[in-house]
């Protein structure tokens, strides 16, 4: 029997788990390291690596991290993100030595705006317009239910 190709929207299991993998072994990487890099753009930063995405040959990682103290839309993202992939060969031969893979994956570095986005959709629904939309919708579910509809 053929076996059915697994579609390319969701990961498998493997690159899920190696995605988590190398995701403990960047915050540990970038906890203990980032002191002891020589560029300035890096040095004394603290960093959260929100997610890993690897592609599902393994050898292609996607690293999303968001700085702390640091607006992510603000211009002092922007040199941080540029360091970080400038650096990137120096964290991957890291992560080699940590996550035991046959081939370390090529780190790219992507700012997580997910945080910002959560945040504009929340400041969104508490605008007063909004929630006076969204109470003028409950009254009318709320009216089609004593109907018995």
């Known amino acids: 029997m053929p076996r059915k190709k697994k579609s390319s929207a969701t990961p498998g ?22 002191d002891r890099l020589n560029d300035p753009d890096l040095y004394g ?19 999303f991290v968001v700085p702390l103290g640091a607006t ?27 996550v035991k893979l046959q081939f370390s994956p090529t780190i790219r570095f992507k700012l997580d705006e997910s945080f910002d986005e ?9 605008d007063p317009a909004v929630a006076r939309d969204l109470d003028h919708d409950d009254d009318l579910d709320h ?6 509809s």
Not at 13 to 34: C, D, K, T
Not at 118 to 126: C, F, N, Q, W, Y
Not at 143 to 148: L, Q, S, V
């Open 13 to 34: 299991q493997r690159p899920l788990r190696v995605g988590e993998e190398i995701r403990h072994a960047l915050s540990r990487i970038l906890g203990r390291e980032m």
């Open 45 to 63: 930063k603290s960093l959260t690596v929100t997610e890993v995405r690897i592609s599902p040959d393994l050898r292609n990682a996607t690293a």
């Open 72 to 98: 992510v839309k603000g211009e002092a993202a922007e040199p941080l993100m540029k360091a970080l992939n400038r650096a990137a060969g120096f964290f991957r031969g890291l992560v080699a030595k940590e």
């Open 118 to 126: 959560a945040s504009r959709i929340e400041a969104v629904l508490h």
């Open 143 to 148: 009216d089609d239910d004593e109907d018995g």
